[in-house]
């Protein structure tokens, strides 16, 4: 079997080099000295060059030949033939041996690397790589070493696209998925454009079949956006004003779909045969802030390409870690018109299998059932809480969750100066209530399908809750309305005729109406400096409110200067004290919109700017209390009276001016029941004792209370009401 060895031909001979010390073969004034050694087998030495050769015997002689990359070339192969010896243990040919040598061809300059060829049998002969294969060995006679190389070139830029196309865009009319050239990422610096990002920078375009209808479709992983427009042409064309779009974020998932069942005979379809499809179901926008799940479907011939879409779209997804994946479910069947688990499981429970969220479901059977399983459950392994409900069910849930979180961080709630700790699990709220003031005035309407799209998607909005306290003991926690007077009264009354249904609600309004009673007593509130904005200045909350984000980080600010700079803010800044006869004292944390009053009660109140909005409705006429109620329907100022009084504040106390609670008081307010109507002052209003404070729904009988606002200490499933929604694109 031949054997392979090195060769190094010089430029006025041959030199064999079986071991670690090359032996010089040839005319005495071929070489004086053999060539150095390096450790780098890559290194060039001049005039030396290296090629394989082979040694076999013949005759007891021992003849060279030297090799090209993969065999013998007959161009650059030389036969050296070498006298009869005996064997060598280590294969070196001892250097006092007499040898013949034959000149050989001046070798021609080569930069094609040489691939040493492995023992055992001669691979045949293959075609040469291209040039843009790794090097292993660079032979050159002329080079010079590497410390004296000029430096090389820099990389020409790659050539412009052809006019007219897109780069990466599809070369024909058949679908091709093309991925667009990545930006090469700069020396020592770390982007998305590495490996580990996929396709940061790495648009895929494609040529599919949309409806029947020819689309060029784009997936820019960079933006976020996944965008098709007609393409009747060859290629991809540029989009248009009918091109549609879908943020990735809003893909609710994306699955195959087998169309071999479906008719492709006629029409266009006849130029795809056993198309290959998927369908990517997304949110679509509709009137009125509400969404809807909406489906396209994409075509291809090519199977692989439509694998390839998949598998791209759905590693988009799988980077999306604000989704949730497992969630607890609370629903309420008695809340509102009985219908919480009937449309949990109609509208709800399916989106949630199609974006494959696993729920556990608890039916609430009595009051403070959700509240109770949170403190008794272990709720680490869920991605947040949904309630199926009204605004009590919601407040049940807000209670359990804060609770549980102040236990579990050792924070006494019972102080009203202490700090609570956020709830780090987001609550979702699926309306199935009477009002669903809550879900109204967060996503912008009560409709339960937009609610459950907004948890698949994984919004997240941080809102301002309130504490109340009566001595030293927490009472409940707000979120939208604590009322003192008319809306006390009415949620009162209410409680009393729950057999009547939802028209309790009317007739305790209008029946509270003509009471026209009015509770005398003392507001003391602090002002909230750190907020950007005010009760009349005409700006809602709205998604990415800036009024929000400003005002927190501004509160931040303060926060740090009561703490390291060793002062109370609370003493430092001053109280204000507002004293009279009230129809209704009010503080709301959001606008408390829902279907009968748009607007709300505060429409410029933020969710989470740590303030609350404190209207106060001094005493005045029926007709002119009747103008203020009226207003809560349109778009006219609602502050716009001179009895009206509206403040931003961040904390406030009430006190009654009758502090005793006297049950005989109340009963005897009872037997009056439209109150008392003065012949000669029609439009007087009655002082009554003390009235009670609706809480979110909740009846509390202590009129001394205190209310501090906590900044954003919880997360709800959803963005905010978005400000000229889109509307649905074509497709």
């Not at 065999?71 to 060598?88: A, Y």
């Not at 020819?214 to 997936?219: I, N, Q, T």
């Not at 991809?236 to 087998?258: F, M």
Request: glycine fraction near 8%; proline fraction near 9%; charged fraction near 20%.
């Amino acid at each position: 079997m031949p054997k392979v060895t090195s060769l190094m031909v010089a430029t006025s001979g041959l030199a064999w080099a079986p071991g670690s010390s090359p032996s010089k073969l040839g005319p005495p004034e071929a070489s004086s000295s053999p060539p150095p050694q390096h450790d780098c087998p890559g290194s060039i030495f001049a005039p030396w060059r290296i090629l394989p050769v082979t040694t076999t015997r013949q005759g007891g002689a021992t003849e060279l030949h030297a090799l090209g990359d993969y065999g013998p070339d007959p161009k650059t192969s030389h036969g050296v033939k070498l006298p009869p010896s005996g064997p060598e243990p280590s294969g070196r040919a001892p250097a006092s041996a007499a040898s013949t040598w034959r000149a050989p061809r001046p070798a021609r300059p080569r930069t094609r690397p040489l691939r040493l060829p492995q023992p055992g049998p001669r691979p045949p002969p293959v075609p040469l790589r291209p040039s843009s294969a790794p090097r292993p060995l660079c032979v050159r006679s002329d080079a010079v070493p590497p410390s004296s190389r000029p430096a090389r070139p820099a990389t020409p830029p790659l050539p412009p696209p052809r006019p007219g196309r897109a780069p990466g865009a599809a070369n024909g009319p058949a679908p091709l998925g093309v991925r667009a050239p990545a930006r090469r990422p700069t020396p020592g610096r770390a982007g998305a454009g590495g490996a580990g990002a996929m396709g940061a920078a790495e648009p895929l375009r494609s040529v599919l079949w949309v409806k029947r209808q020819r689309c060029a479709v784009s997936l820019d992983p960079a933006r976020g956006l996944l965008r098709w427009w007609p393409s009747p042409g060859s290629g991809t064309s540029v989009p248009g004003a009918d091109a549609c779009s879908v943020p990735i974020s809003e893909i609710i998932t994306v699955e195959e779909t087998d169309s071999h069942g479906k008719d492709y005979s006629s029409g266009k379809w006849q130029k795809i045969e056993k198309p290959h499809a998927f369908t990517v179901h997304r949110v679509r926008r509709a009137r009125r802030h509400r969404w809807k799940c909406a489906q396209v479907t994409f075509c291809c011939a090519d199977e692989q390409l439509c694998h390839l879409w998949l598998q791209t779209l759905r590693e988009q997804l799988e980077k999306l870690t604000s989704r949730p994946k497992h969630l607890l479910v609370f629903i309420n069947p008695f809340g509102g018109k009985g219908q919480g688990k009937r449309i949990y499981e109609r509208k709800v429970a399916p989106l949630f299998t199609l974006a494959s969220i696993t729920t556990d479901v608890i039916v609430t059977e009595h009051a403070n059932h959700a509240e109770e399983s949170l403190y008794e459950m272990n709720i680490d392994k869920y991605d947040g809480v949904v309630c199926v409900g009204g605004d009590g069910m919601f407040s049940e849930v807000l209670h359990g969750l804060i609770g549980r979180t102040q236990r579990s961080a050792g924070v006494d709630p019972n102080q009203p100066r202490a700090a609570l700790v956020p709830s780090a699990l987001r609550i979702g709220i699926i309306p199935a209530g009477s009002t669903d003031c809550v879900c109204y005035s967060t996503v912008g309407t009560n409709d339960a399908e937009t609610s459950a799209l907004h948890i698949i998607v994984g919004d997240s909005l941080s809102m301002d809750v309130s504490s109340v306290h009566h001595s030293g003991a927490l009472l409940r926690y707000s979120v939208s309305l604590l009322g003192y007077g008319f809306y006390g009264d009415i949620i009162k009354d209410s409680e009393k005729k729950r057999w009547m249904g939802l028209i309790r609600y009317d007739f305790a309004g209008l029946k509270t109406f003509l009471s026209h009673h009015c509770y005398e007593g003392t507001v003391s509130f602090l002002p909230a400096q750190h907020t950007v904005g005010s009760p009349r200045d005409s700006k809602p909350c709205r998604a990415g409110c800036f009024v929000c984000r400003q005002s927190r980080q501004q509160l931040e600010e303060e926060q740090k200067k009561s703490l390291y700079g060793l002062e109370n803010t609370d003493e430092v800044e001053e109280w204000k004290v507002v004293c009279g006869k009230f129809l209704a004292i009010n503080a709301t944390n959001m606008s408390c919109a829902c279907p009968r009053s748009p607007r709300g009660l505060s429409p410029a109140a933020h969710l989470g700017d740590g303030s609350s909005d404190l209207i106060l409705i001094r005493k005045c006429s029926r007709f002119n209390f009747l103008r203020f109620l009226v207003r809560h329907t349109n778009q006219h100022d609602q502050f716009d009276f001179a009895f009206v009084e509206v403040y931003r504040i961040k904390k406030f106390q009430f006190v009654s001016k009758h502090v005793e609670d006297d049950d005989g008081d109340l009963s005897e307010r009872g037997k009056q029941r439209f109150g008392r109507i003065c012949s000669h002052h029609p439009s007087c209003c009655c002082t009554v004792s003390s009235s009670s404070w609706n809480c979110d729904g909740e009846i509390l009988n202590s009129s001394a209370i205190e209310v501090r606002v906590h900044c954003q200490l919880v997360r709800l499933f959803a963005r905010g009401i978005e400000e000229n929604a889109k509307q649905e694109f074509r497709g």
